[in-house]
């Protein structure tokens, strides 16, 4: 079975029921059986995006230890790939995180 990637979008809409995509986004993970992957680079927007929202920071860290959300990728041995990939979408003024996810996909 194929992972599913998780961007930042998808965890904060999880995390924040205001958020406009909570429900959709919460039917569709609940619905899943694949695992659930993304990278540190997502985490960390995602905590950041969530600062303001009481327990949320801390419940993306509970997702991550629980495997919930797997961190299948490290910077150190991609971080090649990912500069390749910060130029090749430098007119799309992607971030790191965006750019991991590219790379992880490419493996994927």
Known sequence: ???????????????????????????????????????EAVIAESCYLLRNLPGAPEAVIENVAAGIFQISFQLSP????????????????IDLADACLIRMADEF
């Open 1 to 39: 079975m194929k992972p599913v990637l998780l961007d930042t979008g998808v965890i904060v809409a999880l995390l924040d029921r205001s958020e406009k995509f909570h429900q959709a986004c919460a039917k569709a993970v609940r619905g899943l059986e694949a695992p659930l992957i993304t990278c």
């Open 78 to 93: 991609q971080a090649a790939g990912v500069k390749q990939v910060l130029r090749k979408h430098r007119d799309r003024a």
